[in-house]
């Protein structure tokens, strides 16, 4: 009884007080996502109710086990190159192998390689399940930031250049096939600007496609820069496709719109029915995509969370739970047909910036986009496609992020270089041997850095002092060199030890050092280290081996038999 009046006092607090801002949240989430979905729909080349339910699974069903609460998961622009590419490729084999009518082809072909699309988010999702249950969910988390930036700026460039085809009203030809691939894409542009400027009347009006794009993007641009503090909440990406779609509805401009079916909800197809599925369960590319998809999308999901742990204040991700919960919505996506999902930082950040309190927020815009596509799907055929590939052209550029590119290559040239390899190797080949190349190099990196080990000898035979310098990483690996060093150390010098310089010494250099210190004693020598140089690191290992014969100053300074050195600690006999 007591249980029931508590859960009825909960519920009771929510709807007095955080429903109110939750459900104001939600709208403002919905609305941000109802033209990105449908963006990214059109980019992909497929129907917008699959980007559409994958926002319904990811509000309705992910917010619900969620373990970022205000995290809002849906179709994301990182994915689009996976499933484009996913989805060209697997129509081309299907019509390699093709014997039935021509007329009935191009649709056949698609079915196919939706079938094989949903196979291979079904099997993603499962890739991330096991991940999330497995407890390494934190681990996506250690792949260099070079490498997660560097994969972010290379899908955006993919986004813009082939968008930007889109955005124009333009067929990107290749030699006689639709183009593939940010080579292609990119050597394509010049000819569609070119059509541009073809005012002849006897071909498609590119040039107004572009005029509605340039609307889109400048109205976004000028409302994030300038709108009034109260309307903030309107979203940009909305008034951009808004204003895009009545001015080409007033100017009665004739460019291509969205086509969209009577019943949205017709989309929905469990695992597409195909004859050829014989064919799609052997064939190892579709779980190749599989893999790319469960760490794009993870790595793309935790990186949101993270970020949204620190917009708000007190909130704070489990992250195997969240991959659980996003594994559990890709194999539902996968089931009926619907793109791939992950944690999106621009609904996120709506979200927050809304005042979004619990997953209340996420779960209604769920219901939301549910009842938009139940009983409004036919106001997106009002919708120009150049405005919604100016949007993608628009988050393209966001995802490159040009301070983000200033700031590596002030900070670091090896970070820099990490970066720029991954975003090239990604435009100019693949996702995948991009960012397979970006972990590569940063491991060879890390290698490099724990590997790098200096040892410098000044020796003063008149002053019978010298000094010992030492750089970088003294680990086992290096010790050769360390022991070359003492050796060539006279016997009855003070040596000064120099660690400011030193990054981290390990245990068998730390003995060696030891070892060597008794040794040089015996012959009249001194040793003397600062080990606060290594900020006291190994402070508490030089107390237990003294083990009451030595104690610390308070300044990471060790001296021997209580006496409070003015200078580095000498060493006789063991460690100072």
């Given at each position: 009884m007591a249980k029931q009046e508590t859960t009825q006092t909960e519920a009771s607090g929510y709807f007095s007080g955080t429903f109110r801002k939750d459900f104001i949240s939600s709208?403002?989430?919905?609305?941000?996502?109802?033209?990105?979905?449908?963006?990214?729909?059109?980019?992909?080349?497929?129907n917008p109710a699959r980007a559409l339910i994958t926002g319904i699974v990811g509000g309705l069903i992910v917010g619900i086990f969620s373990g970022s609460p205000l995290q809002v998961s849906g179709p994301a622009a990182g994915l689009f190159v996976i499933v484009a590419d996913l989805i060209a490729q697997q129509k081309a084999k299907f019509l390699g192998f093709y014997s039935g009518p021509e007329d009935a082809a191009d649709g056949a072909a698609m079915t196919y390689a939706l079938s094989a699309l949903g196979l291979s988010v079904l099997v993603a999702g499962g890739i991330q399940i096991?991940?999330?249950?497995?407890?390494?969910?934190?681990?996506?988390?250690?792949v260099s930031p070079a490498v997660i930036n560097g994969m972010l700026a290379g899908i955006g460039i993919l986004i813009i250049v082939s968008q930007f085809h889109?955005?124009?009203?333009?067929?990107a030809i290749w030699h006689g096939h639709k183009a593939h691939g940010g080579l292609e894409y990119m050597a394509t542009i010049p000819e569609a600007i070119w059509k541009c400027f073809d005012l002849s009347g006897t071909g498609?009006?590119?040039?107004?496609?572009?005029?509605?794009?340039?609307?889109?993007?400048?109205?976004?641009?000028?409302?994030?820069?300038?709108?009034?503090?109260?309307?903030?909440?309107?979203?940009?990406?909305?008034?951009?496709?808004?204003?895009?779609?009545?001015?080409?509805?007033?100017?009665?401009?004739?460019?291509?719109?969205?086509?969209?079916?009577?019943?949205?909800?017709?989309?929905?197809?469990?695992?597409?029915?195909?004859?050829?599925?014989?064919?799609?369960?052997?064939?190892?590319?579709?779980?190749?995509?599989?893999?790319?998809?469960?760490?794009?999308?993870?790595?793309?999901?935790?990186?949101?969370?993270?970020?949204?742990?620190?917009?708000?204040?007190?909130?704070?991700?489990?992250?195997?739970?969240?991959?659980?919960?996003q594994g559990f919505g890709n194999m539902l996506c996968g089931l009926v047909g619907a793109l791939p999902m992950t944690g999106v930082i621009v609904r996120s950040s709506a979200n927050v910036n809304a005042g979004g309190q619990t997953r209340g927020a996420t779960i209604m815009h769920g219901a939301w986009l549910l009842l938009f596509i139940v009983f409004l799907p036919q106001v997106l055929t009002l919708v120009p496609r150049?405005?919604?590939?100016?949007?993608?052209?628009?988050?393209?550029?966001?995802?490159?992020?040009?301070?983000?590119?200033?700031?590596?290559?002030?900070?670091s040239w090896s970070e820099f270089a990490i970066y720029a390899t991954t975003v090239i190797l990604i435009v100019s080949f693949d996702l995948l041997i991009g960012v397979i190349a970006g972990i590569v190099l940063s491991a060879i990196k890390l290698l490099a850095t724990f590997t790098r080990f200096e040892a410098d000898l000044f020796v003063n035979e008149e002053e019978k002092k010298a000094t010992l310098s030492l750089h970088g990483a003294?680990?086992?690996?290096?010790?050769?060199?360390?022991?070359?060093?003492?050796?060539?150390?006279?016997?009855?010098?003070?040596?000064?030890?120099?660690?400011?310089?030193?990054?981290y010494v390990d245990h068998a250099c730390f003995e060696s050092l030891m070892d060597w210190a008794k040794q040089h004693e015996k012959t009249g020598g001194t040793l003397i280290i600062d080990w606060s140089q290594l900020h006291g690191k190994f402070q508490k290992e030089v107390d237990i081996r003294h083990n009451g014969d030595s104690e610390g100053n308070g300044n990471g300074e060790v001296h021997r038999n209580g006496k409070s050195p003015s200078r580095p600690t000498p060493v006789g006999g063991g460690v100072g």
């Open positions: 709208i403002v989430v919905f609305l941000v996502a109802l033209p990105l979905c449908i963006g990214i729909a059109v980019a992909v080349g497929v096991a991940a999330g249950k497995l407890g390494i969910g934190r681990w996506f988390q250690a889109v955005m124009l009203d333009h067929e498609p009006a590119h040039h107004l496609a572009a005029a509605i794009g340039i609307v889109t993007i400048t109205t976004m641009i000028l409302w994030q820069s300038f709108a009034p503090k109260q309307l903030k909440l309107i979203p940009a990406a909305l008034l951009g496709i808004g204003l895009a779609t009545i001015v080409a509805m007033v100017l009665g401009f004739s460019i291509r719109n969205l086509d969209v079916p009577d019943n949205l909800l017709d989309e929905v197809s469990f695992l597409n029915s195909t004859p050829a599925w014989t064919s799609i369960l052997g064939d190892p590319s579709v779980y190749i995509a599989a893999l790319v998809i469960a760490l794009v999308a993870s790595a793309e999901t935790l990186l949101c969370a993270t970020a949204v742990d620190k917009m708000k204040p007190g909130h704070k991700t489990n992250h195997d739970k969240e991959l659980t919960a150049a405005a919604l590939g100016a949007l993608l052209v628009y988050t393209g550029f966001k995802l490159v992020n040009i301070k983000q590119i200033k700031e590596l290559y002030k900070t003294a680990t086992f690996l290096r010790l050769p060199i360390l022991a070359q060093r003492l050796e060539e150390i006279p016997e009855d010098v003070e040596l000064h030890v120099d660690l400011s310089n030193l990054t």
